[in-house]
């Protein structure tokens, strides 16, 4: 799995690629929502678009990064969310836990409001 990052308008975008399968690619996306916490960036967008596939690992890392930011007083939300991996947020329920977008720029949108 790959991370891009880029900042707008404080808010940081992390586009992800590749597939969200545990190991070390994967805790390296919570220490980097950790740093971006002590550069003093509490909203993330997590672009979903390039992940092909995510195991319960891969939703454990993202729930951690919500709750992270949450406990920082900052806010994740998702967007470009795959088809594969919005039915497996419906079928754990977790659709009801994460805000989605459909793209990056109304994720954006919403943690500038």
């Known amino acids: 799995?790959?991370?891009?990052?880029?900042?707008?308008?404080?808010?940081?975008?992390?586009?992800?690629?590749?597939?969200?399968?545990?190991?070390?690619?994967?805790?390296?996306?919570?220490?980097?929502?950790?740093?971006l916490i002590q550069d003093g960036i509490?909203?993330?967008?997590?672009?979903?678009g390039g992940v092909k596939w995510i195991n319960s690992t891969g939703m454990g890392i993202l729930m951690a990064c919500m709750t992270t930011l949450k406990n920082a007083?900052?806010?994740?939300?998702?967007?470009?969310?795959?088809?594969?991996?919005?039915?497996?947020?419906?079928i754990t329920q977790l659709i009801k836990v994460f805000e989605t977008y459909e793209t990056v720029d109304r994720a954006v949108a919403a943690l500038t409001d």
């Open 1 to 35: 799995m790959k991370i891009k990052e880029k900042v707008e308008n404080h808010v940081a975008i992390l586009t992800l690629s590749g597939k969200m399968m545990g190991g070390p690619e994967t805790t390296a996306l919570h220490d980097h929502i950790r740093g």
């Open 73 to 90: 007083g900052g806010k994740l939300v998702l967007a470009r969310v795959s088809e594969k991996v919005n039915s497996l947020l419906m």
């Open 42 to 48: 509490k909203r993330v967008v997590i672009d979903l």
